[in-house]
């Protein structure tokens, strides 16, 4: 087996590639064997650390929960990620642990499903596992880009889906959501990745409480409820709850948070609302009527509105405006996460 670079010391050569481009991988990855196992071990993740290369952020879609497409930092399509392990699932929970790693949790499986035309992707569009349909899982798979694969980590103590979820300080939380039989489940769990292991933990109860997101803020658990008015917030260190009366009922499909504001879309609201948990003020952001199958993502701190596979992004300085940008997905029922590498 020969030397990475030619001339150089492994240990020399490994700093050289740290300087590379995250952009550049998929490239490097072709130039020999040795680059292509080097940058998906988690080795070379400490090597970059240590080295203090910049981070770059990417902007990872799912599209009709089916498969992944990758975007730069400048909204460039950097091809996909390997598909989730297993049946197709909906309900999910999606969030990301220490910036890094995208955690994907619980969800229920999905029945067969028919074919899509005009798109062609790793995974087939059909899944035949009756065995499967509509049953809740438990399941918790992790992808982590420094290796390009998901794993597998510890099962959620209740299978659970359409629950609220967020990461706060290196925890994952998943409070409510339903059973296979879709009955209310009037708990939360949280997971210690440093433990491989969840918890169970009490949270308050509200009758016909329709989970709808969760978001960290100061160091809190947030977690606002569809068809209800009222937050629960929820402090890590006193391990106690407090309620908000925010003063709104919401009925929201799809939100971000951008610069400590949530921006979400309401079914029955037109334009994205905006919520300032700092304050307890709720402002709008105007959208012109021809967007329609709308969701909400973001990049580089700015809040992106996908529309009939456009991306727009909201400007920062004028924030009554949209405007085009280079993303392209290539479905529809997008949702998205951001890592930094």
């Keep these: 087996m020969g030397p990475l670079i030619p001339g150089l010391l492994d240990e020399v050569a490994e700093l050289c590639l740290t300087r590379i481009p995250r952009s550049e991988f998929r490239t490097i990855s072709h130039v020999c064997s040795r680059w292509r196992r080097l940058i998906m071990r988690e080795h070379y993740a400490a090597i970059l650390k240590m080295s203090g290369s910049v981070e770059e952020q990417f ?31 909906c309900g999910y929970g999606l969030m990301v642990l220490d910036g890094r790693k995208i955690v994907l949790v619980g969800g229920k499986y999905k029945a067969r499903r028919s074919k899509v035309r005009g798109l ?29 694969r998901w794993r597998k980590l510890a099962d959620m103590n209740i299978p659970r889906h359409n629950f609220a979820c967020a990461e706060v300080e290196g925890l994952l939380y998943v409070i409510r959501g339903y059973s296979a039989d879709d009955v209310s ?5 949280v997971y210690n990745p440093k433990t491989n292991k969840w918890s169970l933990m009490d949270c308050p109860h509200r009758p016909n409480f329709c989970p709808a997101f969760a978001f960290s803020f100061n160091s809190k658990l947030f977690v606002v409820g569809n068809k209800s008015r009222f937050i629960d917030i929820y402090d890590p260190r006193k391990k106690t709850w407090e309620e908000l009366d925010s003063g709104q009922t919401l009925d929201v499909y799809s939100y971000t948070v951008v610069s400590n504001k949530v921006y979400f879309l309401n079914r029955y609201r037109s334009g994205v609302g905006v919520f300032d948990p700092e304050k307890n003020s709720w402002s709008s952001v105007d959208v012109p009527k021809t967007f329609s199958r709308s969701s909400l993502g973001q990049l580089n701190n700015k809040v992106i509105l996908y529309s009939r596979g456009i991306g727009y992004g909201l400007d920062k300085e004028d924030k009554a405006k949209w405007r085009a940008t280079p ?15």
């Excluded at 879609?61 to 460039?76: A, C, Q």
């Excluded at 993303?327 to 590498?341: K, L, M, Q």
């Design 59 to 89: 902007m990872c879609v799912l599209m009709d929960n089916m498969y992944w497409e990758v975007f730069d930092g400048s909204g460039n399509t950097m091809g996909q990620i390997p598909p989730i392990p297993g049946p197709l699932k």
């Design 185 to 189: 489940i009037l708990n939360a769990e």
């Design 327 to 341: 993303i392209t997905i290539s479905g529809f029922e997008a949702i998205s996460v951001v890592i930094n590498f």
């Design 120 to 148: 062609k992707v790793r995974r087939a569009f059909e899944v035949r596992e009756p065995a499967f349909a509509n049953a809740v899982s438990a399941n918790v798979h992790e992808f982590n880009p420094a290796t390009n």
